[in-house]
């Protein structure tokens, strides 16, 4: 191993918004960076790089490029609920403990018992409860998404750093073969799998959905959306990579979200994004959550990182409601996004006047929603309270585990 | 475009299920196979290969491993519906006319209105009637799982055409940054995607669900089952290179499967299949499909095919509920697999007598089954038969669309 070093930097801002923005963005800033502290200030960071100015320019960069007058960031809740204290504890350990969860690998978990109980009661609830209500018809879509396409809706310039790519084995019998010799005679019990061999790897053609709704705006593609408007749910995996060995449910590398998607005239997407706002806080107050809807902004990790918040900013384009984690930091369980024309123009996407149709996504994080709920109340499904364990119960009866 | 040549090659056998399995695994021969035809005992391959030598060597390999005695596979079916007559017509191109399904890529399908609702519908109704009845707890699985546990469990030795990894960008800085700009000067609109750059991609270390069961015994990694043996479900987009361009829904790169699985003593294991099979065929005849059971194997594709689809057959492993197309061939919608202690010997799982468990799993193609309806009863549900319309209204009712 070779021997850590550790790098200093004086930091232009310390606005806690800033910092959980640098200190994410940071830890895809070279493979050598092994730990982040900010504190009074000063960045630390610790390092195995060889070329310590080459990284102190990658790292310079990074803070450069999320630099944003703090002035222009709103930082005030539009709603908040509950005291909005700390939870007491982290679930995580329990939930190991008792084996609800298992951990196949760094964001990468499978949910059992009552927590996966609890997901698909979720699922159902904001099916039932709010996809229903809006008029949303459902969709079943691919887990994988063409690179043209997600190449098209302008995804490569904004958020490159998540991306997972798929490749297969050249259909070739001697690729096919190669691979299957250096599988047999390989250790499959070591940190780091063995290597595929060179060259029997395609170049990747599709990528994991990053998100659900792009399916929606290939279902639409050169389309006229209905003038009263377009309304459709789907629930898939999403898959992000997140540059950072992960621990507990409260970010995943693989996990599934519920999404309503709207398409059509900007009054009609709003209101829609409105009122799927009102009907998730009333789950949220039911289900005794305590946390708050801010205005936020994507991780954008490219040099257009300072236009493309602002303008989310300025337009009021992206909400989350958020709960606190035990540390204190937000943790985002829902995101209510209004896209204008972003996504409907490279699709050619038109409403009933001709121009390009507007658009929206709400996004219910499923095991965040589980984490939200195991750090308010538990994972003892006896200890919670009435409004979630009531109606938990009767879905139980129908659709849950027989015991 | 190269001109294109034929090789031709005499067939050893003209056994229906040989030929099959042949054409099938020829697509993974080389890219440059074109086409594939068997007449008469004669297989004609349309390629557009350089070396015309190397091909022959090559398929001539695969004619070879594909050869087993027929006296040693049984085709009878175990059970059989109805006439088994071939469809009337093949539903695809309605489904695209009416914009039920969208078409993404090759074996790449959203399914949209009555035909989403049907796929719902169909998990439900195995959820209900199936997985509840035999006691299945639910569980909620990554879409993706580590090369490492694939590789345990043998999956590159049986069946190594299929996989399909996953690579992110390295988490540097320059790699993210190359990716980018790569992709802001490249045109989304050809039928091959740009290049992703040279070196700015990771070696794999996860690959995509080709099957749903294996996350199950990872849960279960060196413990041992419950005596009284175990059993659950859980739903997830499953993903297999197909080395062909694929159409209908009948084969699909990437697409929905519920799961049973079960754990524990061989007679426990075997009682489970049994039971689900027959919870299965009444749901068919309710629905008014017609089909066959029938004994069957994996496409193994290795040197090891023989000995592995002798072994299937000879210890009654695998079984497949068919229904034809409309050119007769027969597509499985369901499969009953017996594993022995195939995957709880590498897991170390364990029974009550401390020896490794057996398992089972059972799987249903949800688009399988939605084109098995569609070819039988057509996709205009005011033509369905009551024993399939009837409860599909029920479902409607509360999950469905808001008509």
Redesign the interface.
């Known amino acids: 191993m070779p021997a850590h070093d550790t790098l200093e930097l004086k930091l232009k801002s310390t606005n806690p918004r800033y910092l959980a923005q640098v200190l994410y963005a940071l830890?895809?800033?070279?493979?050598a960076v092994k730990d982040l502290t900010a504190t009074n200030g000063t960045l630390q960071v610790l390092h195995a790089a060889p070329d310590a100015a080459a990284l102190k320019q990658?790292v310079e960069?990074?803070l450069e490029r999320y630099l944003v007058d703090a002035s222009a960031l709103r930082y005030e809740p539009l709603w908040q609920h509950g005291e909005n204290t700390t939870p007491p504890h982290d679930p995580f350990d329990d939930m190991l403990m008792q084996?609800l969860v298992?951990v196949?690998?760094s964001g990468?978990?499978?949910?059992?018992?009552v927590l996966?109980?609890l997901?698909?009661f979720i699922d159902f609830t904001v099916?039932?409860r709010i996809a229903?209500t809006l008029?949303c018809?459902?969709?079943?879509?691919?887990?994988?998404?063409?690179?043209?396409?997600l190449?098209?809706a302008g995804v490569?310039?904004s958020l490159?750093?998540h991306?997972?790519?798929?490749?297969?084995?050249?259909?070739?019998?001697?690729a096919?073969?190669a691979?299957?010799k250096v599988?047999?005679e390989?250790d499959?019990?070591?940190s780091?799998?063995?290597?595929?061999p060179d060259a029997t790897?395609t170049?990747?053609?599709?990528l994991?959905n990053p998100a659900v709704c792009y399916?929606c705006y290939?279902?639409l593609r050169g389309q006229r959306v209905n003038p009263a408007g377009h309304a459709?749910t789907a629930r898939?995996?999403c898959?992000r990579?997140e540059?950072a060995s992960l621990k507990s449910l409260s970010r995943l590398a693989?996990f599934?979200m519920r999404e309503l998607v709207f398409v059509g005239s900007p009054p009609f997407v709003k209101e829609m994004r409105a009122r799927a706002t009102e009907l998730t806080k009333e789950l949220f107050v039911e289900w005794g959550l305590e946390g708050a809807l801010v205005p936020a902004n994507d991780p954008f990790?490219?040099?257009e990182y300072r236009a493309k918040a602002l303008m989310q900013q300025a337009q009021d384009l992206k909400h989350e409601l958020t709960v606190p984690l035990p540390d204190g930091a937000p943790l985002a369980i829902s995101s209510f996004n209004y896209h204008m024309t972003h996504f409907t123009a490279p699709f050619d996407i038109t409403g009933a006047n001709g121009r390009p149709a507007a658009s929206a996504c709400i996004g219910y994080g499923?095991e965040r929603w589980v984490y939200a709920i195991a750090m308010r109340h538990g994972i003892d499904e006896g200890q919670w309270p009435t409004g979630l364990k009531s109606p938990f119960d009767d879905w139980r009866k129908?659709?849950?585990?027989?015991i």
């Open positions: 830890r895809f800033a070279d493979t990658k960069s990074i084996q298992n196949e690998g990468r978990v499978a949910l059992r018992g996966a109980e997901a698909e099916l039932r229903r008029g018809r459902r969709e079943v879509y691919p887990g994988t998404i063409a690179l043209n396409d190449g098209n490569f310039q490159p750093q991306m997972q790519f798929v490749a297969h084995l050249r259909h070739d019998l001697a096919i073969d691979f299957s599988m047999k390989s499959f019990s070591g780091a799998p063995p290597t595929v790897l170049q990747p053609e599709v994991l399916h290939l279902t459709v898939s995996r898959h990579f540059g693989d599934d990790f490219t040099e499923l129908d659709f849950g585990n027989v």
